[in-house]
């Protein structure tokens, strides 16, 4: 039986100059595990985080209590294996400087993922494990083919949403509300 060569986990400090080289400028990673992971979104996938972040953006536009950001790097402070980037996020409170440079330092309260065809399940449940692990409130889960949210948190809970539920997110989100069918409908 042959054996698998194991490749060596990359560091905080290896991603961030693996970041600064200049083939990677354009390109979008992230640190999980120790594992460099590129995200290759479609244009199925930007549909749906575009229609999400419109949705966020503007409650948040009306009662200014967060922050929303797209594609945006957050890594605890002393992580030395995960720097991850969640689609969409968003993080209750407006009272520290923006980050301009690096992660953000925190993980969001609200992660939302979008299933890209090339995203295998278990790498993609592993993250959103190591977000509940890590103070993330909600994870919501976006699977295109099926037109369904699967929406975690802390508790264990898992309920699936299909085209005709509303999501929410009450306690960092009050009055909040995205119809599923929403975010699929330039897809239709």
């Keep these: 039986m042959a ?4 490749i060596p986990a990359v560091t905080a400090a290896e991603f961030e100059a693996f970041l600064q080289r200049p083939e990677n400028a354009y390109r979008l ?3 999980i595990d120790g594992e460099v992971a ?3 979104p479609t244009e199925e996938h930007g549909e749906a985080c575009g229609a999400i972040v419109a949705h966020l953006f503007n409650f948040n536009r009306i009662n200014r209590i967060g922050r929303v950001t797209l594609e945006a790097r957050h890594a605890l402070p002393g992580s030395h294996d995960h720097d991850v980037m969640p689609d969409v996020s968003f993080i209750v409170g407006i009272d520290r400087p923006s980050v301009t440079r690096g992660a953000i ?7 939302v993922e979008v299933k890209s065809p090339d995203d295998k399940l278990p790498k993609l449940l592993k993250k959103v494990a190591y977000y509940l692990e890590n103070g993330t409130r909600w994870v919501w889960v976006v699977y295109p083919e099926s037109r369904t949210v699967h929406v975690y ?10 085209e005709n539920d509303v999501l929410t997110a009450e306690d960092i989100l009050p009055g909040f ?12």
Excluded at 153 to 162: A, C, K, L, M, S
């Design 105 to 111: 330092p925190q993980m969001p309260d609200l992660a």
């Design 153 to 162: 948190q802390p508790t264990g809970e898992v309920q699936v949403f299909g």
């Design 3 to 6: 054996l698998k060569e194991r």
């Design 38 to 40: 590129e995200k290759t």
């Design 29 to 31: 990673f992230e640190l």
């Design 177 to 188: 509300q995205l119809p599923v069918r929403d975010i699929f409908q330039s897809q239709s």
